[in-house]
């Protein structure tokens, strides 16, 4: 026990003003003291939403309608509340938003089915797929072949994307306190189990810090983005990225519940149960190396590897010249995105290396450069996927 509330201790000091009151007369209050600082995390109130109230210590299913399909082929999309016995603030988990991102899908529902009423403190928002459409059809955009994280907030008069949007962000996202939105890499690429914060904002930062041994990328996020319109709502909001697209990778999905139950309970939403021996993040700024050559690509690093300045990164091999050209490491760092062996055009953003770094270094870089460097496009693709087909 002694142990335990050691532990607890060295997370709230971590966390700091992100902690919310757990309510000191509750007996399910967890161990952890909860500090109140101006700047926690809002506090639930009457969660009433979709059209349907759902009182503390109840669990519900919910349905999401857009409203933007022909009314006999709506997709109804699930959405799981559940509201602890205890106070707390409202962490809203999505997924899918891109329709073919499945690791994110199966850590939702991990978290959602792990929760207990009776001891949660605030309530836990989950949407396991957003974008129930591309989910149906394996892709990541919607039927209009626009991709919905370049649409919120949205407008109801727009596009039938950017209503679509408006609709998730006013019945769902508006009631969250905080936001984890969880992604995997895009076409073709793997990410490493990785937070994406945009680092100058505080709650952000804070929250960040609270994933436990998992690696922080410092990222404005792309405009439109459901990160970057939650937190300029007033919702602190982070992406969670890990693994590829169109897969369901049990390591990467490990790690993914792993780090949101941390959340959780650094928050003082849950007690715990899962830990890292060595809780600290590892902060990161980071650059894309791009091949210069067209012609099949091959690594020779892996995922999460760490390189040396100059170290051989992969070969692309002309099929039709057999000609060679080989990838270096411009700089020394960690592999934190790559492309998976495939055929590549010249320009493709190949390698994506992370320099450690810490977070009171990174906010300092202009707004501007820093989102080019750690540009996100569809949350992992660089800048030349922009054109992808969004209309
Ligand atoms: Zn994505």
Redesign the pocket.
């Known amino acids: 026990m002694k142990r335990h509330l050691r532990r607890a201790g060295a997370l709230a000091v971590i966390l700091g003003g992100l902690l919310v009151s757990a309510g000191s007369g509750a007996a399910d209050a967890p161990a952890q003291p909860a500090v109140e600082g101006s700047e926690a995390l809002k506090p639930k109130g009457r969660l009433r939403l979709l059209g349907s109230e759902v009182p503390p210590g109840t669990r519900k299913r919910l349905t999401w309608t857009s409203g933007t399909a022909i009314e006999g082929f709506v997709a109804p999309v699930p959405v799981f509340v559940v509201n602890g016995k205890g106070p707390g603030p409202v962490l809203c988990l999505t997924a899918a ?2 329709g073919d ?1 499945l690791n994110g899908i199966e850590v939702a529902r991990r978290v959602l089915d792990d929760l207990d009423v009776d001891e949660l403190n605030g309530a836990v928002i989950g949407v396991p797929i957003v974008n129930i459409q591309g989910f149906y059809r394996g892709t ?1 955009y919607l039927p209009d072949r626009r991709d919905l ?1 370049r649409y919120f907030p949205g407008n109801p008069r727009g596009s039938a994307a950017t209503r679509m949007a408006h609709s998730f962000f006013t019945d769902v996202v508006r009631h969250c306190s905080a936001l984890i939105d969880l ?2 890499g ?1 076409l073709n690429r793997t990410n490493l189990p990785q937070v994406r914060a945009d680092l100058r904002l505080p709650q952000v930062s804070r929250m960040s810090k609270a994933f436990g041994a998992t690696v922080v990328l410092h990222s404005v996020g792309d405009r439109g983005s459901l990160r970057r319109a939650a937190t300029e709502a007033g919702i602190p909001s982070v992406t969670f990225e890990m693994g590829e ?1 169109m897969r369901v990778q049990s390591e990467q999905v490990e790690h993914g519940a792993k780090a949101v139950q941390t959340l959780l309970y650094s928050l003082g939403m849950t007690r715990q149960r899962r830990y890292w021996g060595d809780p600290e993040p590892v902060y990161y700024a980071s650059k894309w190396v791009r091949v210069d050559h067209g012609g099949i690509l091959f690594s020779d690093v892996a995922l999460g590897e760490r390189v040396s300045e100059g170290e051989l990164l992969g070969v692309v091999t002309d099929p039709i010249s057999n000609q060679q050209h080989r990838i270096y490491a411009p700089t020394s760092g960690r592999v934190l995105g790559m492309a998976l062996n495939q055929v590549v055009l010249p320009g493709f953003a190949a390698y994506r290396i992370g320099t450690a770094t810490t977070p009171s270094r990174m906010p300092k870089q202009p707004a501007d450069e820093a989102a080019e460097d750690s540009r996100e496009d ?3 693709a660089p800048p030349e996927e922009a054109d992808a087909p969004i209309g």
């Open positions: 938003v891109h991102e990541r994280n992604h995997t895009s697209p569809d949350e992992a």
